[in-house]
């Protein structure tokens, strides 16, 4: 670099530039929906654990994207509740690429896991006679598997070439956390290889599985008219469109932040979008899945009784 330029050793990040009083209501807000991501999808990942009858591909796949949900919301909202708190809100330069790289990490695999689970509903409501053939466990293990590698190998080419950049300021970051776009935003040379390499995985992990996504469920749609009962088309609606809910929110959100055309018109908007990724996606992914899963609701029902007994035996037995 010149003489004249030195590398950042950390950054602010602007946040909400709003009052004292609504951060501290923004605070207790956002703590409200982190608990409650954190409850939601730690029940889900419990009951599916716990209740041998949900020791499905679905579920297993299930349990995969309420730990990715926790993960990634753990990334960015107790770095954003911290800034809240404080007036000095700056984040060291290795944590602040680290964050990236996790975010970026935890959104890619959670996309090809909505794919998995999009592929697992089309074996099993268009193919159902070879659906223990096709999902046997050894293909649902290395889906997973695959799902979590690709996730964070593409995330590492990406902090790879965000390290490559010579960072000398400005220091501010106007954004909630450390993300990828706002942060190349400090760099001090021409990030075009960056953005390239944005644009080829966002085609590869949006573009590519929504399109996969529509066609299954094409597929999915035609197989549910041609059930002859109005009960088990509505059974078989209600479990597919729970998982619509989830990609439409998921893929729509990221699409509009990663491939519209950026401008300084969009930062706030982009910061809105990135909070509702970030916060309310894995609080609403929980309820999304309980509410219209009928399984779902069972094993929870199962598991209240179960503890009901076991304190009625224990006062009994006191």
């Known amino acids: 670099m010149e003489g004249n330029q030195t590398w950042i050793t950390d950054i602010t990040l602007l946040g909400f ?5 609504l951060e501290i209501l923004l605070c207790g807000l956002f703590s409200v929906f982190y608990t409650l991501t954190l409850l939601g999808n ?3 990942f419990g009951i599916i654990c716990l209740d041998s009858k949900l020791h499905t591909p679905m579920y297993f796949f299930l349990s995969h994207l309420a730990i990715i949900d ?6 960015n909202v107790p770095k954003m509740l911290a800034n809240l708190m404080s007036q000095k809100r700056t984040i060291s330069f290795v944590p602040c690429i680290m964050q990236t790289f996790l975010y970026l990490a935890f959104a890619v695999t959670e996309c090809l896991i909505l794919v998995v689970m999009s592929y697992d509903r089309y074996v099993a409501i268009c193919h159902p006679l070879q659906y223990t053939v096709i999902m046997r466990w050894r293909v649902c293990t290395i889906l997973v598997l695959t799902s979590w590698s690709c996730g964070f190998a593409l995330s590492l080419v990406h902090a790879i070439l965000l390290l490559r950049l010579p960072f000398c300021g400005p220091r501010d970051v106007n954004h909630l956390f450390c993300e990828i776009l706002s942060v190349l935003k400090l760099a001090c040379a021409d990030t075009w290889v960056n953005q390239v390499v944005i644009f080829a995985t966002c085609v590869f992990v949006l573009v590519g599985p929504l399109s996969l ?3 299954s469920y094409m ?3 035609g197989a549910i008219l ?3 009962t109005k009960e088990g088309r509505i059974k078989t609606f209600s479990t597919c469109s729970s998982h619509l809910c989830v990609v439409g929110l998921f893929f729509g959100i990221a699409m509009v932040v990663y491939m519209v055309p950026d401008s300084n018109q969009r930062e706030e908007q982009e910061k809105m979008l990135s909070l509702f ?3 309310f996606n894995p609080m609403l992914n929980p309820l999304i899945y309980s509410l219209r899963n009928a399984q779902l ?3 929870l029902h199962r598991a209240l009784q179960r503890k009901r007994s076991m304190r009625t035996v224990y006062g009994l037995w006191l």
């Open 17 to 21: 530039q709003v009052g004292p009083a």
């Open 42 to 44: 730690g029940v889900i």
């Open 70 to 75: 926790m993960s990634y919301a753990s990334n």
């Open 213 to 215: 996504i529509l066609v």
């Open 219 to 221: 597929h999915i749609l």
């Open 226 to 228: 041609k059930i002859q």
């Open 277 to 279: 990724h970030s916060v």
């Open 297 to 299: 609701k069972g094993a």
